[in-house]
């Protein structure tokens, strides 16, 4: 039957009217360790200027919401363990705009990040934006497809879609082996983040297999993997549902075995 995902809420969750998240950090690097974010500020030389953790241990496939990013803050540092992987200048004001920013591997060859980041309008009104990230470094072909009604067409990996409200999204991420499946129900005015990931084995990686991630900017968060027998694998998390019932999710896997390369 259709595998049930674990679902969770982001601690501090703005309910309707409150401030929402000024940034939104979602995890796609492929490691054991948690990352670690801190928000950094200039008057000293790089490597010793004063910072600020704005997300602890936050796992892989699991996003976080910042509402407190200090005011000061001109740059975003990411690291697991002891090694800063990824380095971001905030070049513009987030006062206007929160930020969505996807950590990711980019080589199995390489324990430095790439990082997808994108403006999310804090005052927007009207459709809902998906924004899709192609997290993926292996060698399968990934498809991401989705299903609103009687409309259905495929989507690229790494562009941002508006979806009216109304009925249903699903999406469909397959390799041609496997499959993962989800669907929510759109809000207004609501941003939503889509990370397709995983990663081959090389010289500084063992190989993950292909996930999905979806996140509904200040709200919940939801992961579901495939394993190297084809198996799904829920990530950790608590079995609360949205207080407005506006998601709901199926993952589910099809014939056919995935494995690593």
Not at 28 to 52: C, M, N
Not at 91 to 118: M, Y
Not at 229 to 248: H, I, L, T, Y
Request: charged share 20%.
């Amino acid at each position: 039957g259709p595998l049930q995902a674990a679902l969770s809420q982001a601690p501090g969750t703005p309910q309707e009217g409150q401030a929402r998240p000024r940034l939104t950090v979602c995890n796609a690097y492929a490691s054991a360790a948690p990352l670690q974010v801190f928000a950094s500020s200039e008057g000293r030389v790089r490597g010793g200027r004063p910072r600020v953790r704005v997300a602890r241990r936050l796992a892989f496939q699991d996003c976080a919401d910042v509402t407190g990013l200090p005011e000061a803050a001109t740059a975003l540092e990411f690291a697991t363990g002891k090694q800063e992987v990824a380095y971001l200048p905030l070049n513009e004001s987030l006062s206007q705009h929160g930020l969505e920013v996807t950590v990711f591997r980019s080589s199995p060859d390489s324990a430095k990040a790439s990082i997808d980041s994108r403006a999310v309008d804090l005052g927007a009104s009207g459709d809902s934006r998906v924004n899709v990230v192609n997290a993926y470094a292996g060698s399968k072909s990934l498809r991401l497809s989705m299903r609103q009604g009687s409309l259905a067409r495929e989507l690229p990996l790494g562009g941002s879609h508006r979806f009216a409200q109304g009925e249903p999204v699903e999406l469909t991420l397959t390799d041609g082996f496997g499959q993962l499946r989800l669907s929510f129900q759109p809000r207004r005015s609501r941003t939503y983040c889509v990370v397709a990931s995983g990663l081959d084995a090389g010289a500084e990686a063992e190989a993950w297999g292909v996930g999905l991630l979806a996140h509904e900017v200040g709200a919940w968060t939801v992961s579901e993997g495939l394993d190297d027998g084809g198996r799904g694998a829920a990530a950790d998390g608590s079995d609360a549902q949205p207080e407005d019932g506006a998601f709901v999710q199926e993952l589910s896997r099809r014939a056919g075995r995935l494995r690593k390369q």
